[in-house]
């Protein structure tokens, strides 16, 4: 049966009428994707998920009692992994998209709109992003939720995670600007035991700082305290704003200290000395680029700094960021980084004998799934299609009229593939979307409360 045609609705419900823990999917005859350095790509290979895992990939797989999938003409590969968006701003979403720098945005949206935010309005935001996310092929979202004046702020951006089934890290931090109840780090004790009491669930949860008290003071900037919170709580550390000279001398303030590590990961990294970028590949930091934002907004240097990552053994991340002023999608990022570094890399050798070095579409796509989900600290749950691992995978239409002939699978997919080409998104063996409609989803609903929400919060005075 083919994902692609009308016998899927038949597979989909197949699919559900089978106890999820007790599910067997073979999906046959794809071009496998599989991100996996040692597995590579298999052509005409078969994927089998039984329950929440991917159990097997080869030719030839025995079905067994399993639903077949005829992914003939598909692509299969990895979910897309998401390692910085601000999910409750979705309904602000390209309310500024020639914002000119960043203080623009913070102004408008921090000290402005984020003030007159409501629970309900950290819900309906963040459900709104995640949705969007499943929709492009992204499986895995670190929500950077900065916006969270109250305990009711942290549960409403939690709870819009746990209910679109997106494999979400909760990323928690309290607010810029306004008024608020100051409950923030404390009251991320209680969110652990209330939301992340198990290791073996898709929500993860971590510690969201800045990098310095420039924009909104010392309460909010990482440092040894904040260190020892997130270790006695057990939770990894996102660090947001990390630029240039002031940024530079945060991150060998935090070597010093012995609070970088694998555990850490800092957000832009544009504009860093090379003795910052030495202590950071020294402990084994991660970093999350985000490639549309650090060149439309024009963050520090405006370029994302992936050959600074690269020179010292860091494989980055990629991330979306701001949904006011940029788009929404993997794809875009993908192709924006692949197109600013080649151009960097022919730029800075042009009249000279010296040849470029330039990254190829393997290595973008390596950053999409493999690294971002060791950014998010899930490299062994998810990243790549590798026996063992959870299934998050997305089936992309190689036929389809902006794809076919399929030449090279890694091309076409950060080349020439978008939303419209993904037909199935599966998220810890659950599909989230079929046939090219994310499930479970009443629409109408859902754009009546967006448009409510962002009627409110434009139109109510800044706190």
Known sequence: MNVNDTTGAAVLEELRRRPADRRRILFTGATVVTM?????????GDLLVEG???TAVGRDLDAGDAVVVDATGTILTPGFVDTHRHAW???????MPDVDDLGGYVMATLAGYATVYRPEDMYIGTRLAALTAIDSGITTM??????????????AAVEALVDTGIRGVHASMGPHFGTWDRQWPGDLTRVKEQYFSSDDQL???RLATLATDEIAGPALAYGPELARFAKELGIGVSVDAVFGTSGSE????????GILSP???????????????KAMGETGTTVALAPTSDAQIGLETAIPAVDEALSVGIRPGLSIDVEVALASDMFTQMRALHAIQRMRAVNAAYGTDGQPSRITTHDVLDFATLQGARTNGLAAVTGSLTPGKKADLLVIQAEDLNNMPLNDPIG??????????????????????????????????????VHASREYVLNTPAA
């Open 203 to 205: 929500l993860t949860l």
């Open 52 to 54: 929440d895992t991917i």
């Open 263 to 277: 555990d850490v990961t800092l957000i832009h990294s544009t504009g860093l000395t090379s003795e910052a970028w």
């Open 250 to 257: 945060a991150v060998l303030r935090w070597a010093k200290d």
């Open 412 to 449: 076409t997919i950060v080349l020439g593939s978008d939303a419209r080409n993904i037909s199935a998104v599966l998220i810890n063996g659950e599909p989230r979307k079929w046939d090219g409609q994310v499930l479970d989803v009443d629409l109408a609903a859902l754009r009546s409360e």
């Open 36 to 44: 996996d350095p040692d597995l590579g790509v298999i052509d005409g």
């Open 89 to 95: 701003e979705a309904q602000l979403r390209r309310i």
């Open 142 to 155: 670190l929500d950077f939720s900065h916006n969270s004046r109250t305990r009711e702020h942290s549960d």
